[in-house]
């Protein structure tokens, strides 16, 4: 069975930086796509990025690109999620999940994904 476990997640100013990481077990990292989806207060959890198996192709929302970068260390079975340029409307709990080696289509529905972490608080204050 495929765990996932969020870190990382704090307060931090305006335009600062977090990086968030994701640790799997019952299963080799490599093996996984790893999307990574954040929940604001009030509103719908949405997919922000994703990291492909084996080629390693990325994808990422509009509203993060060029501030965030997804990544991933097979040798320690942990995925990062690194945030710079933080802003307040990126203040969310910040989820892991996966569902096989291929990024699905951000906006999926959300039971497309079948594992989940526990979430991890962001909070970005001005």
């Known amino acids: 069975q495929v765990q996932l476990a969020e870190s990382g997640g704090g307060v931090v100013q305006v335009g600062g930086s977090l990086r968030l990481s994701c640790t799997a077990s019952?299963?080799?990292?490599?093996?996984?796509?790893i999307t990574w989806f954040r929940q604001a207060p009030g509103k719908k959890r949405e997919g922000i990025s994703c990291l492909s198996a084996g080629t390693g192709n990325t994808d990422y929302a509009d509203s993060i690109k060029g501030r965030f970068t997804i990544s991933r260390d097979n040798a320690n079975n942990t995925a990062y999620l690194q945030m710079d340029s933080l802003k307040p409307e990126d203040t969310a709990v910040y989820y892991c999940?996966?569902?096989?080696?291929?990024?699905?289509?951000?906006?999926?529905?959300?039971?497309?994904?079948?594992?989940w972490g526990q979430g991890t608080q962001v909070t970005v204050s001005s």
């Open positions: 019952g299963a080799p990292l490599d093996a996984m796509a």
């Open positions: 999940a996966t569902d096989g080696a291929f990024c699905l289509w951000l906006g999926s529905p959300l039971n497309h994904w079948r594992h």
